[in-house]
């Protein structure tokens, strides 16, 4: 009786332990999304009923009842009633901080004619003190239905806008973000309306072009580094505006699925911002910045320190932007043959290709991906032989313009 009780304690024990190996424990989901079709990106299974989730790790995405197992009383439960859910997209080179300021500022990029541009700084002068700066950006001449009487190298001129804004300084940027239009006290302001011999000196930038008429007055158009004569004499933000900006921008990225965005050139206060957000739990999406490339201060500082890996994937710093040439819409895109509709003109090499060769080499040193806007077949060129990639560059010598090229530099 003993041996037949030993025997079936013994049967229990292998049973239990059986049972064990075949059903373990599942952990509990956080969240339990369901009721409509999920897009996984993975070729083996793409598409499923539902997705279990713990904080914001996947613990398993296939059929509605297998992953009811994962559900417990605090199971947070979405229901998507029909709606269709896919992974979050990653913006991969974008101006995050610019996509707030675009909402609190003057939204340009639906006007479709320059006197779009003068009735709606018009409108905002009426509710702006004067001396007040008015800041907007989007336009774009190219997309206009019609263009103004007067033009100069393709460009409007700023009489109209002046004459709406007299007590205003305005600035106003390109879509592109490579050019900017300034009113006539804008220019006062940064002493940009001498005739004068000693003047005009003023009106040379390195990089960048004042346009002037026939008669060497500027026309409003400041492109590339020449937008700087401008923009050093618009009052710096507050940390209020920026915060709010900040905000605008997160909010814009969720209305369109972005989770992710590659912020394509920041700065010390900007670095300081995202931090900042983080550590209020305000930081809503994964966040990879390259430093501005420009800035030699802020790039010896972050090649004594490195790279800043973030293990919460939300503030990463591990990037350089270095901006190479301008964009084709403010015809600041570098160019091996002149643009068409301005003989003579090649566009502008914004950095010397010294400093882009230096830094690169520092940054690929320093542990840092270095990535290059080059949007001209000539910036791309000049890029890709400082790297000794010929075979890359000649693939690119077929075409008379890359399409939004982004050289990387790799070892």
Same mark, same amino acid.
């Given at each position: 009786?003993?041996?037949?009780?030993?025997?079936?304690?013994?049967?229990?024990?292998?049973?239990?332990?059986?049972?064990?190996?075949?059903?373990?424990?599942?952990?509990?989901?956080?969240?339990?999304?369901?009721?409509?079709?999920?897009?996984?990106?993975?070729?083996?299974?793409?598409?499923?009923?539902?997705?279990?989730?713990?904080?914001?790790?996947?613990?398993?995405?296939?059929?509605?009842?297998?992953?009811?197992?994962?559900?417990?009383?605090?199971?947070?439960?979405?229901?998507?009633?029909?709606?269709?859910?896919?992974?979050?997209?990653?913006?991969?080179?974008?101006?995050?901080?610019?996509?707030?300021?675009?909402?609190?500022?003057?939204?340009?990029?639906?006007?479709?004619?320059?006197?779009?541009?003068?009735?709606?700084?018009?409108?905002?002068?009426?509710?702006?003190?004067?001396?007040?700066?008015?800041?907007?950006?989007?336009?774009?001449?190219?997309?206009?239905?019609?263009?103004?009487?007067?033009?100069?190298?393709?460009?409007?001129?700023?009489?109209?806008?002046?004459? $709406?804004? !007299? *007590? /205003?300084? %305005?600035?106003?940027?390109?879509?592109?973000?490579?050019?900017?239009? +300034?009113?006539?006290?804008?220019?006062?302001?940064?002493?940009?309306?001498?005739?004068?011999?000693?003047?005009?000196?003023?009106?040379?930038?390195?990089?960048?072009?004042?346009?002037?008429?026939?008669?060497?007055?500027?026309?409003?158009?400041?492109?590339?580094?020449?937008?700087?004569?401008?923009?050093?004499?618009?009052?710096?933000?507050?940390?209020?505006?920026?915060?709010?900006?900040?905000?605008?921008?997160?909010?814009?990225?969720?209305?369109?699925?972005?989770?992710?965005?590659?912020?394509?050139?920041?700065?010390?206060?900007?670095?300081?911002?995202?931090?900042?957000?983080?550590?209020?739990?305000?930081?809503?999406?994964?966040?990879?910045?390259?430093?501005?490339?420009?800035?030699?201060?802020?790039?010896?500082?972050?090649?004594?320190?490195?790279?800043? $890996?973030? !293990? *919460? /994937?939300? %503030?990463?710093?591990?990037?350089?932007?270095?901006?190479?040439?301008? +964009?084709?819409?403010?015809?600041?895109?570098?160019?091996?043959?002149?643009?068409?509709?301005?003989?003579?003109?090649?566009?502008?090499?914004?950095?010397?290709?010294?400093?882009?060769?230096?830094?690169?080499?520092?940054?690929?040193?320093?542990?840092?991906?270095?990535?290059?806007?080059?949007?001209?077949?000539?910036?791309?060129?000049?890029?890709?032989?400082?790297?000794?990639?010929?075979?890359?560059?000649?693939?690119?010598?077929?075409?008379?313009?890359?399409?939004?090229?982004?050289?990387?530099?790799?070892?």
């Amino acid at each position: 009786m003993g041996l037949q009780n030993s025997i079936g304690r013994c049967f229990a024990m292998g049973f239990l332990l059986l049972t064990a190996c075949s059903s373990p424990k599942k952990e509990s989901a956080t969240l339990l999304i369901y009721g409509g079709p999920i897009y996984t990106v993975d070729s083996t299974q793409a598409m499923v009923e539902a997705v279990a989730t713990k904080d914001s790790v996947i613990l398993f995405a296939g059929s509605l009842a297998e992953a009811e197992q994962y559900k417990n009383d605090q199971t947070q439960l979405i229901d998507l009633e029909g709606k269709t859910m896919t992974p979050g997209l990653i913006e991969g080179h974008g101006h995050f901080m610019g996509l707030g300021y675009n909402e609190l500022n003057l939204d340009l990029i639906n006007t479709t004619s320059y006197q779009e541009i003068v009735d709606a700084v018009a409108e905002k002068v009426k509710t702006t003190a004067p001396g007040e700066w008015i800041t907007g950006r989007g336009w774009h001449q190219s997309k206009w239905e019609e263009m103004p009487e007067v033009t100069v190298n393709g460009f409007q001129t700023h009489d109209l806008l002046s004459a $709406v804004s !007299p *007590d /205003n300084p %305005v600035y106003l940027s390109h879509a592109s973000g490579h050019a900017g239009f +300034a009113n006539a006290k804008a220019m006062e302001i940064a002493g940009l309306q001498v005739l004068s011999k000693e003047g005009i000196d003023k009106f040379e930038v390195e990089g960048g072009e004042v346009m002037r008429d026939e008669i060497g007055r500027p026309t409003g158009i400041f492109n590339e580094r020449a937008q700087n004569l401008i923009r050093k004499h618009i009052p710096q933000s507050t940390p209020e505006k920026n915060t709010k900006a900040f905000e605008l921008a997160v909010a814009a990225c969720h209305r369109n699925g972005i989770t992710g965005f590659h912020d394509a050139g920041v700065g010390r206060e900007t670095i300081a911002l995202y931090e900042e957000m983080k550590t209020g739990g305000k930081m809503q999406i994964r966040m990879y910045g390259m430093l501005t490339g420009w800035d030699k201060d802020l790039l010896k500082e972050w090649y004594e320190k490195g790279p800043m $890996v973030d !293990p *919460d /994937n939300l %503030v990463t710093i591990r990037s350089v932007k270095l901006n190479c040439d301008g +964009a084709l819409g403010s015809r600041g895109a570098w160019l091996l043959e002149a643009y068409t509709d301005r003989p003579g003109h090649f566009g502008h090499e914004t950095l010397s290709m010294d400093f882009v060769k230096e830094t690169a080499l520092n940054g690929l040193q320093h542990g840092f991906q270095v990535c290059s806007h080059a949007i001209g077949d000539r910036a791309n060129r000049e890029i890709l032989d400082r790297i000794g990639n010929r075979r890359i560059a000649r693939r690119n010598y077929g075409s008379s313009i890359s399409n939004r090229a982004c050289a990387a530099f790799t070892s």
